[in-house]
């Protein structure tokens, strides 16, 4: 009986009745047809005869009589007269815990040649966020792996925080790096408009088997279509959704939401609206905190929101990089600086920020944070006097202490992508660095909260370290 559910729950979900139409008009991105009977976010199939084939598309608008609808897959061979056909369902996603170490597709179809993913449960790639009185206060820290981030910009799970940097930075670096060494249960990896040529190499290289064996990679690479990439994004929501219902920790690494808001741009002017800041249309600056906010704890497991900004020139105040600055929980900054000196991972930490510092670290490591952070930010204030010579040593204390540490807060920083940061250590390292000694027991808590495979590990080093 177990093998008939899946069938069963289709049976169920089919409407008898067929609606039909036919193709009016195809211009630009926008199918209209007449008929057939069906609301906004309703997928149908369109039928191509040059084909034989069916392509899929979803209904973005009404107007008077006239359907209009988005392909997901491209207008090829589509032509007046093509008979159009409503599903009489909004996109939906297959999920299941089969759906780990696989690559979907925008609209949650398997595309990595594995197989089918069989599963009597689906989920709206489109709802809405969990209600707010029911999400769980962030208590807990979420370990990336990443020195830079786990020592100076601690995250929380549930927390949403954004890499904001231009191209050619170390963005998707950086995300596979999290996302092999990060102690949350499942990742769920967004590719929202990459190069195709990207894609394999971060899941080859950047992600590795290590990686890949505990993720699901969504890929909508930059030559598919707007409508495409845009339900790529909420079906990635959607999947990590399934596995915080489930009462797991996920990692949602998102790439990059420049590219989605670009994609809604064109999906709007398609269908009429008006541009608005920059180009961008409203519905740009509304779908971005519906998306957002999909993120986050709720009364079961959490959504760790890690999302890339390609911010345009490097302005940080371009009209996509503002908002989500806005919606977001915090930010990290990559500097082009740093990346051309070889500094890896280009963190800007003095322009980077964490709004849950407080929640999820002691007194003892805050105080380290800040001493380390004075020390930094004294040495960029008088950089420029030191690197041409004009500053006399011994004219002031602050000064002489940010130049005598400069080197061992590089190195602490400096981190090769391979190399994996446990908590403890980078804690240990940082205390070091600021000559304050952090209690056992708050470092054991941290070691406490990060992951079932490095709890008793790091539990165990941290007491013997700080003994």
Do not use: W
Not at 95 to 108: A, E
Not at 202 to 229: A, H, K, M, Q, Y
């Amino acid at each position: 009986m177990e093998g008939l559910a899946k069938y069963l729950n289709v049976v169920e979900r089919t409407d008898p009745i067929k609606y039909v139409g036919r193709v009016t008009k195809v211009l630009g991105l926008l199918v209209e047809s007449r008929g057939p009977q069906a609301v906004i976010g309703e997928v149908c199939q369109i039928l191509v005869p040059r084909t034989g084939k069916a392509a899929y598309a979803e209904v973005v608008g009404l107007r008077e009589d006239a359907v209009q609808l988005m392909s997901y897959e491209g207008l090829e061979g589509i032509e007046v007269g093509c008979q159009v056909i409503a599903t009489g369902d909004m996109l939906q996603v297959p999920v299941s815990d089969r759906l780990l170490g696989r690559v979907l597709d925008s609209m949650g179809r398997p595309s990595d040649g594995k197989g089918d993913i069989a599963s009597e449960t689906y989920y709206p790639a489109v709802s809405r966020p969990p209600d707010a009185l029911t999400r769980k206060r962030i208590t807990r820290r979420v370990v990336t792996g990443v020195r830079s981030i786990d020592g100076l910009i601690p995250l929380g799970r549930g927390q949403r925080i954004g890499i904001f940097a231009g191209s050619g930075v170390g963005k998707s670096t950086l995300m596979g790096m999290v996302a092999r060494n990060t102690d949350a249960d499942v990742n769920v990896i967004a590719l929202i408009g990459e190069r195709g040529r990207e894609v394999r190499e971060f899941i080859e290289n950047d992600l590795g088997e290590e990686g890949l064996s505990r993720s699901v990679v969504i890929v909508s690479t930059s030559d598919t279509p707007p409508l495409s990439r845009l339900r790529g994004a909420y079906v990635a929501a959607a999947v990590a959704e399934y596995f915080r219902d489930q009462g797991k920790d996920v990692m949602l690494l998102f790439d990059s939401v420049t590219r989605f808001a670009r994609a809604q741009r064109e999906v709007g002017l398609a269908i009429g609206e008006p541009p608005a800041t920059r180009g961008y249309t409203p519905s740009v600056f509304d779908s971005m905190p519906k998306l957002l906010e999909r993120s986050g704890t709720s009364d079961k497991g959490s959504i760790t929101g890690v999302y890339t900004i390609l911010v345009d020139g490097d302005d940080m105040d371009e009209p996509i990089a503002d908002t989500v600055r806005g919606i977001l929980d915090g930010h990290i900054v990559l500097s082009r600086q740093l990346a051309q000196r070889y500094h890896y991972p280009a963190v800007d930490v003095l322009k980077s920020v964490s709004r849950l510092v407080g929640s999820v670290t002691g007194p003892t490591t805050q105080k380290v944070m800040g001493f380390v952070r004075k020390v930094m930010a004294v040495y960029e204030e008088y950089e420029d006097m030191i690197t041409i010579g004009a500053y006399v040593k011994g004219s002031n204390p602050a000064v002489d202490e940010a130049i005598a540490k400069r080197e061992a807060i590089e190195e602490f920083l400096m981190q090769t992508v391979e190399e994996k940061a446990p908590i403890a250590d980078t804690i240990k390292r940082l205390a070091g660095i600021a000559g304050i000694a952090v209690p056992p027991q708050e470092l054991s808590a941290y070691a406490a909260e990060s992951g079932p495979k490095a709890r008793a590990a790091e539990a165990a080093a941290a007491r013997e370290d700080f003994a």
